[in-house]
């Protein structure tokens, strides 16, 4: 499985577009990128996945390279709200069964 | 209303003790799995079952056991040979080869 590597932390302020970069030098072929959100004492929530160039939902986009060595979450305009820690995740779902790694992640921290 | 429930928030045990987390899901999913996740840190599984009656370790599983007897339900026991069991439990569910949701989580202590 494909280690990733991420900011530990990072600081923003409301209204400002957020970016985190991850990455995974020895993705495989069959490979998908997953992002999470998780804030203190609850679950992990799922935020967005892909596999290539470009996919966007209706609270962040995700950035991919052809050559899918790094991939990039961008979060629009955030919020006090958004302050998390952003787990980066490269896996397959080979053998019917998703198999995730999570890293120590991003702490994002929102200013006023 | 659907999704993962984990129960209790908070437990608290004595060394020596087994204690037995509950995990249940109405999300019909197939796929459940075990994660602690110590501060600071990232989630590390101990526990995957693809299936009803089959379950695989992950990196964690020495000191850990689980059953799968319902589709529903994937209850794991902290045992006492676990050597450092005070932790931040997470079960998680998902459609085989879909995105996992996770529960709200269950607070260990042991002292």
């Known amino acids: 499985l494909a280690k990733t590597t991420q900011p530990i932390s990072m600081d923003s302020y409301e209204g400002q577009e957020v970016n985190i970069t991850c990455s995974h030098n020895?993705?495989?072929?069959?490979?998908?990128i997953t992002w999470y959100q998780q804030f203190p004492s609850q679950g992990p929530r799922f935020i967005i996945q892909?596999?290539?160039t470009k996919v966007t939902n209706e609270v962040a986009s995700l950035f991919i390279p052809a050559d899918r060595k790094s991939s990039t979450l961008s979060l629009p305009r955030v919020s006090l709200s958004d302050t998390a820690v952003y787990y980066c995740l490269v896996g397959s779902f080979s053998g019917g069964y998703n198999k995730l790694i999570f890293g120590a992640g991003t702490r994002l921290a929102v200013h006023p | 209303d659907g999704g993962i429930t984990q129960s209790p928030k908070y437990l608290f045990r004595k060394e020596g003790q087994n204690v037995t987390l509950s995990c249940e899901q109405n999300l019909n999913h197939d796929a459940m799995y075990w994660y602690r996740q110590d501060p600071g840190q990232g989630l590390r599984l101990i526990y995957y079952?693809?299936?009803?009656?089959?379950?695989q370790k992950g990196d964690i599983a020495e000191g850990y056991s689980v059953s799968r007897e319902k589709k529903e339900s994937f209850p794991l026991t902290v045992t006492s040979a676990q050597k450092n069991p005070t932790a931040f439990y997470l079960c998680?569910?998902?459609?085989?080869?879909?995105?996992?949701?996770f529960g709200p989580g269950t607070r260990l202590t042991v002292t």
């Open positions: 079952s693809q299936i009803v009656n089959d379950f």
């Open positions: 998680a569910s998902s459609i085989v080869g879909d995105e996992q949701y």
């Open positions: 020895n993705i495989a072929t069959n490979d998908y």
């Open positions: 892909g596999y290539k």
